[in-house]
């Protein structure tokens, strides 16, 4: 069974590398902080001390952190896995990051034959920890089907969606399908209240009807609850958006709604509530 290095512990990452442990594989962790990896650790992962070092010891490196710039360190840094990773080794990006720069990455590390695969995730803390996540995939086919095995672990839908850089465009529309989404479930319910309509009851009838949605279910009853604990917190959601706006502006499209929304979660970063769910845009309308 081919051994899997885990770099990202985090609130997506440790769940995903507790599903790979209990599917068998050996797995081998790096953390910058050391009580990240402790869960890991204690269910029987490996631990080393730097990127490199890691690199050199496994066979699938798989990458969960939050910005391009962690993804460029570990990669192509210093310590980074360029420097001992064997030839044929498969390196697994599951952050949500820059799509020109994946290429970048992707072009560095094939020059070491290293393959490199990005695999941005949807579905939230909840998905990783049940292994239902939706993952979005850029890179070569071949290379795809040797990690499927160890993707289907962490997500129920695997879709290879082109070559490199391909998996963040996804996820970028993604984030702009839900940012724009949850800011319509705002205007629908505040819409009920200003107008003397129960909205729990409206967003009860929308439920059944053409307008349902994830978002309506979850972040609509987020709204109606007052209840911003995150799943997804604004801060992340407008790196997302800044990442969607920064592609629509290499390709030379212009997307109104995805300006308004990141509007949105800059005035609530400024408020103070990057920590809060980005459901918290209905907090706005209150302020």
Request: aromatic share 2%.
């Amino acid at each position: 069974m081919q051994s899997i290095g885990f770099i990202g512990l985090g609130i997506m990452g440790k769940p995903m590398a507790l599903n790979l442990i209990n599917a068998g594989y050996p797995l081998a962790v790096y953390a910058r902080r050391a009580a990240t990896a402790e869960p890991l650790l204690h269910a029987g992962a490996a631990n080393y001390h730097s990127p490199q070092e890691l690199a050199a010891n496994v066979d699938i490196i798989i990458t969960n952190v939050q910005a391009t710039t962690d993804v460029e360190e570990i990669l192509l840094g210093p310590q980074g896995i360029i420097h001992s990773a064997k030839p044929g080794t498969i390196v697994i990006d599951m952050s949500t990051i820059s799509a020109i720069t994946t290429q970048k990455m992707a072009a560095k590390l094939a020059q070491k034959k290293i393959a490199m695969l990005d695999a941005p995730v949807s579905g939230g803390e909840q998905g990783a920890i049940a292994g239902t996540l939706s993952i979005m995939v850029g890179g070569k086919a071949d290379i795809l089907e040797k990690a499927r095995p160890i993707l289907a672990v962490m997500g129920k839908q695997i879709v290879h969606i082109g070559d490199h850089g391909a998996g963040q465009v996804a996820k970028a529309c993604n984030q702009i399908i839900v940012a724009e989404t949850i800011i319509a479930v705002d205007e629908a319910l505040r819409l009920a209240k200003a107008s003397g309509v129960d909205p729990a009851k409206v967003r009860e009838a929308l439920l059944g009807g053409f307008a349902s949605s994830r978002i309506l279910e979850i972040h609509g009853k987020r709204m109606l609850d007052q209840d911003y604990k995150p799943g997804f917190k604004t801060g992340l959601h407008h790196k997302d958006m800044h990442l969607a706006l920064e592609q629509a502006q290499q390709v030379k499209i212009n997307l109104p709604a995805a300006q308004h929304a990141m509007k949105c979660l800059d005035q609530l970063i400024k408020k103070g509530h990057s920590e809060l769910d980005s459901s918290a845009i209905h907090l706005l309308a209150e302020d």
